[in-house]
Nanobody, 122 residues
Framework: VQLQASGGGSVQAGGSLRLSCAAS????????MAWFRQAPGKEREFVAV???????SYTDSVKGRFTISRDSAKNMVYLQMNSLKAEDMAVYYC?????????????????WGQGTQVTVSS
């Protein structure tokens, strides 16, 4: 199983980026998928999750600015990031659960992508 994240880059504050994560090796249409991020010197933190029923949840700092979506037929998950701020700068990772029809906060994520760098300049 592989998760391949892409779409990172450098933008000015206020700009937008769209991250993509392509899953291969198994289908995740019945599983939760999520985005995390890790800034230099900080712990990895949760950003957003989308369940198999397309229910979404976000960390407070990105609500109203970021949108997580998925295309289950393509085994893809996306993160649309608008109004980017300097504090959004981090390596972004996609993650997927091996469990079907299950999601809980702080659950273990079984599969991780390699990360994609998002740089925001002010």
């Amino acid at each position: 199983v592989q998760l391949q994240a892409s779409g990172g880059g450098s933008v000015q504050a206020g700009g937008s980026l769209r991250l993509s994560c392509a899953a291969s090796g198994r289908t995740f249409s019945s599983s939760a998928m999520a985005w995390f991020r890790q800034a230099p010197g900080k712990e990895r933190e949760f950003v957003a999750v989308i369940t198999w029923t397309f229910r979404t949840s976000y960390t407070d700092s990105v609500k109203g600015r970021f949108t997580i979506s998925r295309d289950s037929a393509k085994n893809m998950v996306y993160l649309q990031m608008n109004s980017l701020k300097a504090e959004d700068m981090a390596v972004y990772y996609c993650a997927a659960s091996a469990l079907q029809n299950y999601y809980a906060e702080n659950m273990r994520w079984d599969y991780w992508g390699q990360g994609t760098q998002v740089t925001v300049s002010s």
